[in-house]
């Protein structure tokens, strides 16, 4: 049987390989991918920025709410070329997903049994100090269409 630190889905198997004796993986396993894979979304989303001549600061906040695509959330004084970059990315938008969906395991798994608000919306902020990802709970504004 897991402990509350280990999960035993076969699919997250496949994807983190076996740790434990029992088949399962540890929710550190888990972090560790998670942190692996929003750094390497924040270093190809501050590549592509850069070579947009997007500049950091200000910080760049991204966010993916349900039912909307993934956008800008604060006000940059670059806000439409990040808006123009954002809506022909598949790349990054796959990126964003991929790290959300990590972090989305993570909360499920420390919160378990625990329902999550639909309006709940993950973000990505882009800082000179380094990326930051977090879930926050709102409806789509305008600007988050």
């Known amino acids: 049987m897991s402990s509350p630190s280990t999960a035993s889905n076969p699919g997250l198997i496949r994807l983190f390989g076996h740790t434990g004796e029992d088949g399962s993986i540890s929710l550190q396993a888990i972090r560790e991918r998670a942190s692996k894979q929003l750094s390497r979304f924040a270093t190809q989303a501050e590549e592509e920025l850069a070579?947009?001549?997007?500049?950091?600061p200000p910080a760049i906040s991204l966010v993916s709410c349900p039912g909307c695509s993934?956008?800008?959330?604060?006000?940059h004084p670059q806000a439409d070329d990040i808006l123009t970059w954002l809506a022909s990315n598949a790349k990054i938008s796959s990126l964003f997903k991929e790290v959300e969906v990590l972090f989305e395991i993570i909360r499920a798994t420390e919160?378990?049994?625990e329902t999550f608000p639909e309006s709940s919306c993950f973000h990505i902020g882009l800082t000179s100090a380094g990326p930051i990802a977090y879930f926050e709970d709102h409806a789509c504004s305008p600007r988050l269409s």
């Open 51 to 56: 070579a947009r001549q997007i500049s950091m």
């Open 70 to 75: 993934l956008t800008l959330e604060n006000n």
């Open 111 to 113: 919160s378990a049994g």
